[in-house]
């Protein structure tokens, strides 16, 4: 079974601080995604990485930076968290073959910034 | 734009009584479409695909329905169980392997 990890699943930071969110998939999957899930709004696509040091922005990428250093890490940054960034963050993986597959959730960090 | 509309931001249904999900896509490109089920303070679960090929896939107690002219899929759940009571995303997904998802429908399976 795929697992993917989010390393808290509650976090609180202050307004301005520097946030890291880290996530880790077990299955070897090449594409990692960030996501964030609000009332009324549905899952919105941060950004994704299709390899090791590459990245893409998704529809939502203000405030926010990733990292994929290896391939089953890929982080989230929040570089000076504001309350508007106050949410539900969920990391998801997919194997990166011409065949559909389907993205793995992990089960979340629920982020409030004060 | 909305490209994957979900229109019904809520549904009951009674217990053992057919549930029935709806969407709406803009983009006749996309070649995939999915349907995902979450659970608060959880994250989403894969629950059944359908490719632009098809017009329907079974799996169990869930069908999915997919008229291309119409750009609706459903998602339909027979006979409808307690552990059904989750909100549901529809998703559709082209060459790129990003998933766009709705924004949600949240069932609620009645006693």
């Known amino acids: 079974d795929v697992k993917v990890t989010q390393s808290s699943r509650y976090l609180v930071k202050r307004t301005g601080e520097k946030v890291f969110l880290e996530c880790v998939q077990d299955?070897?999957?090449?594409?990692m995604f960030w996501y964030r899930q609000d009332p009324g709004l549905g899952l919105r696509l941060i950004y994704f990485s299709y390899d090791v040091k590459m990245k893409e922005k998704g529809d939502i990428p203000e405030g926010y930076s990733v990292s994929r250093e290896k391939k089953e890490r890929f982080s989230l940054i929040l570089e000076s968290a504001s309350t508007n960034q106050t949410s539900m963050y969920l990391c998801?993986?997919?194997?990166?073959?011409?065949?559909?597959?389907?993205?793995?959730f992990g089960d979340g960090t629920r982020l409030s910034i004060l | 734009d909305q490209q994957v509309k979900q229109n019904s931001p809520s549904l009951s249904v009674q217990e053992g009584r057919i549930s029935i999900l709806n969407c709406d896509y803009t983009?006749?490109?996309?070649?995939?479409f999915l349907w995902y089920k979450k659970y608060p303070a959880e994250g989403p679960t894969f629950l059944i695909s359908i490719s632009s090929i098809k017009d329907k896939n079974e799996d169990g107690r869930f069908t999915v329905f997919l008229n291309k002219s119409a750009k609706h899929l459903s998602l339909h759940i027979v006979p409808s169980q307690p552990g059904d009571s989750a909100v549901y995303f529809c998703?559709?997904?082209?060459?790129?392997?990003?998933?766009?998802f709705g924004k949600g429908t949240r069932l609620h399976i009645l006693p």
């Open positions: 299955m070897d999957h090449e594409n």
């Open positions: 983009n006749s490109m996309f070649d995939y």
């Open positions: 998703a559709a997904t082209g060459r790129d392997d990003k998933i766009i």
């Open positions: 998801a993986s997919s194997l990166g073959v011409s065949a559909f597959q389907p993205q793995h």
